[in-house]
């Protein structure tokens, strides 16, 4: 079974700094996907950003990047010019690939506190 | 552009009772899931459906029963409610592509007294 790991329970930023939320993950499969799931206070889980383990360049969407390493089985989170509206729960998941119809696994999240 | 919807979004039980949560999506998408969450804690699965007519368990299945009644609709029922129950659910959905993310409801949060 495949399991994911965020270390930091907590992370604090300055406005308009930038901030990187880790995580790991435990797999022995070769094709997967991973994900970064924003989760604010309203509870909705809004997908910030998706990465296919066969592609080598990291994804980018807006103002959040990724730096994927497959060997170390690490997926970091990159919010650069933090905003306000950035304040949220943070969580990574994984999922399988290979056509089959499983679930996310997620990691216990990261609550990111923006400064002002 | 409703998605996927959740009914009810808050419910209150009595240990014993019985309860169906229901989730339906518009997007015309084939795998549907339920998911619960507890505080401090990540989603975990509790049963998936890959297409209309089939379900299989998840991480956390016990004390859950679930039935895909046609290619929107997928509910999850509590037969015998727990305090141990005690969570918030999320229903997603997925296209059938390998590639295509989950999207989710607002979520339910239900309270086993």
């Known amino acids: 079974a495949q399991t994911v790991t965020q270390s930091q329970p907590e992370m604090s930023v300055q406005e308009a700094e930038t901030v990187t939320l880790s995580c790991t993950y435990d797999?022995?499969?070769?094709?997967?996907?991973l994900f970064w799931y924003k989760q604010p206070p309203s509870r909705q889980m809004i997908l910030v950003i998706r990465q296919e383990a066969y592609k080598q360049q990291n994804a980018t969407e807006n103002r959040f990047s990724v730096n994927f390493q497959k060997a170390a089985k690490s997926f970091s989170l990159k919010i650069s010019d933090s905003q306000l509206g950035d304040a949220a729960m943070y969580f990574c998941?994984?999922?399988?690939?290979?056509?089959?119809?499983?679930?996310?696994?997620f990691g216990k999240g990261t609550h990111l506190i923006i400064q002002p | 552009n409703a998605g996927v919807t959740q009914t009810p979004k808050f419910q209150v039980l009595k240990t014993g009772q019985s309860m169906t949560l229901q989730c339906a999506q518009d997007m015309n998408h084939n795998s549907m899931y339920w998911y619960r969450q507890d505080p401090g804690m990540g989603l975990r699965l509790i049963y998936y459906s890959a297409s209309e007519g089939t379900t299989d368990k998840g991480e956390v299945p016990n004390g859950y029963n679930v039935s895909r009644l046609n290619k929107r609709e997928f509910s999850l029922r509590l037969e015998s409610a727990a305090p141990s129950q005690t969570s918030v659910y999320f229903c997603?959905?997925?296209?059938?592509?390998?590639?295509?993310?989950?999207?989710f409801g607002d979520g339910t949060r239900l309270s086993i007294l």
């Open positions: 997603a959905s997925r296209f059938y592509r390998d590639n295509q993310p989950q999207h």
């Open positions: 998941a994984y999922r399988s690939a290979g056509g089959g119809a499983d679930g996310l696994t």
């Open positions: 797999t022995s499969e070769s094709d997967y996907y």
